[in-house]
C-alpha cells in the first residue's frame, strides 16, 4: 500500500511537471491575450514574448506579438523587435504584418508636406477626424515625420557616420598648411558658413579652435597638386571632406579647400562660402549627395569642371530637404560616431529607414548604372558598382565592373581601390595566387596595415597548399 502510494505520487509528479511544461508558453500567451483586449499593452508585451521565448517559431505567437508591439510606442527597442520578424526566415502573417508596418513608416517617411495645405474648413474637419482615427496607428508615433528628405543617400556605403548630438558645440580648426599667403575673406567665409549651418539646423553649433589637434572639424586651405590637369584640361574638386576613422570611433572630419585655381586665381568670396558650406554638410554626416539640383548637396555627376561651374554663379542655400535629412541623420543610431550613445531610447533603429544592407546594395546599382550611363568614361562609376555587387557577393559582376573600371582609372587612387578590391574577391574565393598578384599590385601604390594582413595571409595559405 505505501508503496504504491509512493509511485502515485511520482507518476503525478512527472505528469504535472511534463502539463506544466506544456502550457508554459500557453499560459503566458493567454495572458498576453488578455491584457492586450485590456489594452495594457506593455504588460502584453511582456507575456507574449515570455511565450516566444519558449516557442519562438510559433506562428500564432509571433503574429499575436506584432499585433502587441504596433500598439506600443516605437521606440529603438521596440523597432528592432519589429525588424526582427520582418526579416526572419520564417514566412508566415506575422513575418507580412510586421512588413506592412515598417513600409508603412518608410512611405510616410517620404510624404511631402504639401498634404497638409488645407483649403477649405469641411476638407479639414474631416481631417482631424480622420487624423485622430489614425493617431493609434504604429506608424503615426514614430517621430520620423521629418518632411522631404534624401537619407537614402547619406550614408557612406551602408554606414551612419555622425557625432554624437551631445559633442556639440563641435570644435573647428581653420588654418594653413604651409606658408603661401591667402585674402582675408578666406577665413571670414569660413566662418560665414559655419554661422549658415548654426542659424539653420537648431542642435548644430561651432566653436573656434586655435589648436588643430583638438578639433573636430578641421578646415585647411591648402595649394593644389600640380598634376591636375593634363592636355589643357583640367580635373579636380575645389574641396573635399575626409573622415578619420579609428577602430569605428569618429575622430575627427577633415575638409580641404585649394587656396586657388589650377592657374593660380584665387577663388572668389561666393566660391569659398558655397563649398565651405556644402562641405561642412559632408563633415556633420552626409556623406553622399543628394539627387536634387536645388540642395546644397546636390553634386552634378558628369565631371568635376561642372561642379566648379556651379560654384560661381550665387550664393547656396541650405534647403529644407539638407534640413530634414540631417534631422533624420540624427535621429538614426549611428554605426560610426564619436562618443557610444548608452541610452538609444530615443534613436531609430537604422534599418527601419534605410532598409537591409542588401536592399541598400540594389539601391546602389540603379544609382551606379544611371551614373555610369552619364558619365561612362570615369572608373569611380564602375567601382562604386562594384562595391554594391561584393556587399551581394556577386563576385561574378564585381569583377567584371572592376575591369572595366581598370580600363578608366586615371589616378593612383582608383587603382589602388580596384587591385585591393579584385585581391578581397578572389582571397574570399579561395584563388590565393590570384589574389596575391593583386594585393601586390595594390601594394605598390600604397601599403596599409589592411594590405599587409591580407598579404600575409595569401602567403600564409599558398605555402600551406604547395
Ligand atoms: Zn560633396
Known sequence: MVLNRKLLYILTLVFAYAITLNLTPKYFFLRGELKYKNGDYIESEKYINKALIFKPEDSEYRFAYIKTLSELKPNYSVQRKMYDIANSKQNDGAKILAKKKIKKKKQKNKIKKKKYKKKNRKKNKKKKILKKKKKKEWKKNININVGQNYIDQAPSDSKII???????????????DDLVSMPEYYKTSAIRALKQWETSVDFVSFVIT????????????KNIPQNVCKSGTCKYVVGYTKPTITRDTLKNMEITIYKTSPKGEYLSDIELYNTILHELGHALGIIGHSYSMEDLMYVESKDESSIFQKYHEDFHYITGSDINTLTLLYMLDPSITDKKQRDKSDLIYTPIILGTNEEIAKKKIIEATKYIETSPELAIGYINLSGAYIELKDYHNAIDALNKALDFAKDKNEKFIIYYNLAYIYSNQNKCSTALKYAKLAKEIQTTQDLLEMIGILEDRLSKTN
Open 162 to 176: 555622425r557625432w554624437n548630438k551631445n559633442s556639440f558645440p563641435l570644435q573647428v580648426y581653420i588654418g594653413e
Open 210 to 221: 586655435d589648436n588643430p589637434n583638438k578639433a573636430q572639424i578641421a578646415i585647411f586651405f
